[in-house]
């Protein structure tokens, strides 16, 4: 049953995710940039419009979704306080089972649910927080992943209209009076020569310059740069601060967003004095967005809360002979942690951001509920003392 509620819930996340696999890809070819339609990239992109910088954004609405989800994150830990004191009063009762059931684990496990049933332990209370966070996880990727894939496109929009109207404003001037002689409007319609080779070659490198400048103004800058981080999309580790072609279209990394609508030549053209400006990054030729200090806080607060979390739950519960439920259980204890470190160091920054805050808040939150239980614990065993006497 158990299982079968967790698989149910997993496979509702995944769903969810795939129907909107489609809407990470952003078109660049028209006249704007589509917004993002899942509901997470909506509320940061709300939320953003307030804030502005997207690292605090990312900060304030992770606390934001940890305040609304506390009720449910209260209920857990009240369940699991619950399940320690009950495991506390069965654990006798449990070894005395196994030792007697010995190699029969159909009759052990039986006979366990029957005193699990009496002492009113729930078993999907023990496995709902790893389960909820696992749900959680996955919806929000989602919504980052759009999140990465927009700012992606906006950006080479912005760049791609600043660059074409510089190019075409000083390719006008400067063949004006061939223009003239011609009686033609556009530069497009004059004969390839020299001259306009010539104009080519300075309108493309003040337009690149425009958008050198339009890139790295600072609203922008504001919008991606967050503390150490250049690019807040981008990955905190050895990647470029300016992502290149290759990343933008999806054909590198594990965003799973991506814009369509643009050729490499031309995206190197719009971008050429961007990629690999030498204060994009860290390191020579700006290679480095990051210092790869959020994936190193994210793997470790992230193991610290699922360590906190399991002490809370209490000792597991004594096992038949060859039983793995206690393998199984301490896979997925170090299941999340990982699957965290592995998002933060080769995704987005952002996300990054969001794991650490999150393994940061549950982090506070536990030692202060852990905190409130020994305090209930004291006032329950002095209430005893008081009764006996």
């Excluded at 009063?89 to 684990?105: F, H, N």
């Excluded at 649910?113 to 332990?121: Q, R, V």
């Excluded at 279209?249 to 053209?269: C, F, P, W």
Aim: aromatic share 10%; hydrophobic share 45%; with cysteine.
């Amino acid at each position: 049953m158990i299982y079968a509620v967790a698989l149910v819930l997993i496979a509702c996340a995944v769903i969810l995710t795939a129907c909107n696999r489609n809407a990470g890809i952003f078109d660049v070819s028209g006249d704007g940039v589509a917004e993002p339609t899942h509901f997470i990239a909506k509320l940061m992109l709300g939320l953003n419009d307030s804030v502005q910088v997207f690292g605090w954004t990312v900060v304030a609405f992770t606390v934001i979704l940890k305040v609304v989800l506390s009720p449910l994150d209260i209920w857990q830990k009240a369940i699991s306080r619950r399940n320690a004191k009950a495991m506390e009063r069965m654990r006798p009762q449990l070894e005395a089972l196994a030792e007697k059931c010995g190699d029969d684990k159909q009759r052990y496990q039986q006979e366990q649910m029957a005193l699990y049933k009496k002492e009113k332990y729930s078993m999907l209370g023990a496995c709902l927080p790893s389960l909820v966070t696992l749900i959680v996880f996955i919806v929000l990727f989602a919504g980052f992943r759009q999140m990465v894939g927009y700012q992606f496109a906006l950006d080479y929009r912005q760049s791609y209209d600043v660059f074409t109207e510089v190019y075409d404003a000083e390719m006008n001037a400067s063949l004006a009076e061939a223009l003239e002689a011609a009686d033609l409007e556009s530069y497009e319609d004059l004969p390839q020569t020299a001259e306009k080779a010539q104009a080519h070659a300075a309108a493309v490198d003040k337009a690149q310059t425009a958008v050198y400048n339009a890139y790295f103004s600072e609203g922008n800058q504001n919008r991606r740069k967050f503390l150490w981080i250049h690019n807040i999309f981008v990955p905190d580790s050895w990647e470029k601060g300016v992502p290149d072609y290759l990343v933008v279209t999806g054909q590198e990394g594990i965003a799973m967003s991506r814009i369509t609508g643009v050729m490499k030549d031309e995206y190197n053209l719009v971008m050429g004095k961007v990629l690999g400006a030498e204060d994009t990054g860290y390191g020579k030729e700006g290679k480095w967005n990051g210092l790869l200090i959020l994936p190193v806080l994210s793997i470790a607060l992230s193991f610290l809360s699922q360590k906190l979390l399991t002490k809370s739950q209490g000792a597991p519960p004594p096992t038949a002979k060859g039983d793995s439920a206690q393998a199984n259980m301490k896979m997925m204890q170090v299941f999340m942690p990982i699957m965290v470190g592995v998002f933060a160091l080769f995704y987005s920054a952002a996300f990054a951001l969001y794991t650490f805050t999150s393994s940061l808040v549950s982090v506070l939150f536990q030692l202060i509920f852990g905190l409130v239980g020994k305090l209930l614990d004291r006032r329950d065993a002095a209430r005893q003392g008081m009764k006996r006497a």
